[in-house]
Every structure is written in structure tokens, then in C-alpha cells.
């Protein structure tokens, strides 16, 4: 089987991006599936680039590509629209998890736990949402772009006490983003922590795991920024404990359904004063991850198994749904612990 990865590389991570799907690379290896990494640059590639290497499968690790009018186009449509089987989530489903509060408003109107909050609009000629931001009485709170993932745009100054701070940060982050979510800021309760719960599979084959969050270093105010995660400030544990492990994954398990996310996925969750809350879902989490990757371990998944475990259940969704006559590897039913292979792959 051949499975073409395509990214979108940033300028100054070219080279520790080519590193990190090599890797990705050789871990497909040993499941039997050939790997061939392009970076891409803009959406007229696509094509050529399919044309030319033919692949069975395509792992794209971004959402969008520019196009000639340097407007953004989603891979993942192209990629549906060309009928080219694909790992990963609908463009639509992406399109929701990739902002916080319209995820976060679907949640509410399905009762799943999610901090209060209210978003800012900036376009053209107007600000809206101003109405929310006068009537803000339960400080502290948290400010966030709306559509932005791995922590970027948060630091120390996100979280805010008072109007005033609370409006000199939105200033701030409406000088860069068109939309700012105001979140219920609850890293203050005596017992907060933080976990992530990733996710393979797809509808009653799923591996739903859990890791708990921890700073290395003790801030005094909780918050994980971008910066604690490239320079490894983060640590995640796998959750062990039986009732806690239950209850995330009840949380998880319908946080994922509500959003429509498929193949693999990881949603960040808190709790505070005894409650869970489900925060944001990464449709697209970043593989090789070091989280995702201690989340496997949890179910006893090591670092390339996990990488075949997430292409084992986009080749079966692919299967069944009629997209291409793909055939599993027989190297990666022999590469996965047959519990996990024969729970991604059992009805068939």
C-alpha cells in the first residue's frame, strides 16, 4: 500500500517538519505501507502531485492550501471531490471543530459540560459582540482565538481579572485574528487538572484513551501556552485511575459523536470543583505527537503503532464506505497487538 503525507510547511520548520514525517515514515514501514512525503506549497499542486505518485491513501496534516487567488481551500474537500481515499475527518467536520465556539454552541445544545462563554467578531467595518463583552461579570476569564489550534495566541495576558485588562487583550488579539472567544477562565479552582483524549476509530470501533496534563515547571496562573509545548514544559501521564478513566472517556466518547469526527482525534478536557468540562477538539492532531503517542501507550500502543493503528481504521472506513478496494496489510496485522487489529477491524 502506498500513502502519500502531504503539509504545509512553515518557512523555519521545514527542515524539523521533513524530520518528524520521515519518521512518520518509517513507522508506516513496519505496517506494511509505503510512505511519501510532499511539502506543499498551494492548491494547484494537488493534482500533479496525485497524478504522478498514484498513491492508495492520502494523510494530509493540514486543513487548507492557498489557491491562485491566494484564497484558502480545504485539502480534504479537494481531496472528496477528486474521490481520492483520504485518513481523517469530513471537511465539514473539521470546518466545526476548528472553532472553538461553534463547537462549543453545538455542545450546549446537546448537554455536554463546557465553560460559559461569548465571542467577538471583527470584520470590515464593525466589531460585534460588544453587548456580551459589557454585560462580563464572571471574571476571570480566558481569552482565546477562535480559530486557532496548538495553543497559539494564548500567553500569561490571556487570562484577565477586570474590564479593563479584559478589553486592552481583546485590542490585542483583534489586531491578528477576526474572532476571539471569551471562555469562563477556570484555572483558579483548588482542584483543577487537565487531560487530553485521543482518539482511533471510528463508530463502536474506537479507542478512546486518556493522559493527564501536568506542568513541569509551577506557574501561578494555569495555562499552557505554545511555548511550553515546543520547549517541552508538558508532561502527559496516562489517567489510571478507574473511575476518573471511565468518566473522561463518557465525556470524550460524546463530545466526539456531537462533533462528527472520524479515524483519529483528541479532545482537551479540565476539571474543576469535581466537574468535567470538554474544552476544544483537535480534529487534526499533529502525528508524530508526544501527548497522542503517551495516550496510546495507555492501551498499550508504542510509538509506531499508534501511527498504524490511526491508517488502520481510515483503510477500513474507506473499505466500507465503497470509496476504493483497498486491502489491509498483512504486515500491519501483524505489527498491531491483535486486540487492537481485531478491534478496529472486527465485523469484517
Known amino acids: 500500500m502506498k500513502a502519500l503525507l502531504l503539509h504545509c510547511p512553515e518557512i523555519d520548520c521545514i527542515k524539523k517538519d521533513e524530520e518528524r514525517f520521515y519518521g512518520m515514515i518509517s ?20 493534482p500533479g502531485i496525485l497524478l504522478l505518485e498514484r498513491p492508495d491513501i492520502v494523510f494530509s496534516a493540514d486543513y ?6 491566494n484564497e484558502r481551500q480545504s485539502i480534504h474537500k479537494i481531496l472528496y471531490e477528486l474521490q481520492v481515499p483520504y485518513i481523517g475527518s469530513t471537511p465539514e467536520a473539521l470546518e466545526l471543530v476548528l472553532s472553538k465556539s ?6 450546549q445544545s446537546h ?5 460559559q462563554f461569548f465571542t467577538i ?8 459582540g460588544l453587548e456580551s463583552l459589557l454585560g462580563a461579570t464572571e471574571y476571570p476569564y480566558i481569552l482565546k482565538p477562535d480559530r486557532e489550534g496548538n495553543s497559539r495566541g494564548l500567553d500569561e495576558s490571556s487570562i484577565v481579572f477586570d474590564q479593563i485588562s479584559l478589553e486592552s487583550k481583546l485590542r490585542e488579539l483583534l489586531e491578528t485574528y477576526e474572532e476571539v472567544l471569551i471562555e469562563k477562565y477556570l484555572g483558579n479552582c483548588s482542584d483543577f487538572r487537565e487531560f487530553t483524549v485521543a482518539m482511533i476509530g ?17 506557574k501561578s496562573l ?9 520547549e517541552h514544559h508538558t508532561q502527559a501521564i496516562p ?20 462533533a462528527g469526527v472520524r479515524d483519529y482525534s483528541r479532545c482537551d478536557v479540565i476539571m474543576a470543583d469535581g466537574q468535567l468540562f470538554a474544552i476544544e477538539i483537535n480534529g487534526q492532531p499533529m502525528i508524530p505527537d508526544k501527548w497522542f503517542e503517551v495516550c496510546a501507550s495507555g492501551v498499550g500502543l508504542d510509538s509506531s503503532q499508534y501511527i498504524n493503528a490511526i491508517f488502520l481504521a481510515g483503510i477500513v472506513r474507506n473499505i466500507e464506505q465503497g470509496i476504493s478496494n483497498l486491502i489491509i496489510p498483512s504486515e500491519m496485522r501483524q505489527h498491531l497487538p491483535s486486540s487492537i487489529f481485531n478491534m478496529l477491524t472486527k465485523s469484517r
Open 27 to 46: 513507522a508506516l514501514n513496519r505496517g506494511g505501507v509505503i510512505g511519501i512525503y510532499y511539502s506543499l506549497h498551494a492548491k494547484p499542486q494537488i
Open 64 to 69: 487548507y492550501a492557498l489557491d491562485e487567488s
Open 102 to 107: 461553534d463547537l462549543k454552541e453545538k455542545w
Open 111 to 115: 448537554k455536554v459540560a463546557t465553560p
Open 121 to 128: 467578531k471583527k470584520n470590515d467595518i464593525q466589531v460585534s
Open 202 to 218: 471510528n463508530g463502536q470501533r474506537k479507542l478512546l484513551m486518556p493522559a493527564e496534563i501536568t506542568l513541569k515547571r509551577k
Open 222 to 230: 494555569r495555562i499552557i501556552t505554545t511555548k511550553d509545548k515546543e
Open 239 to 258: 489517567v489510571d485511575d478507574k473511575t476518573l478513566l471511565e468518566r473522561l472517556i463518557e465525556l470524550a466518547e460524546r463530545a466526539f459523536e456531537i
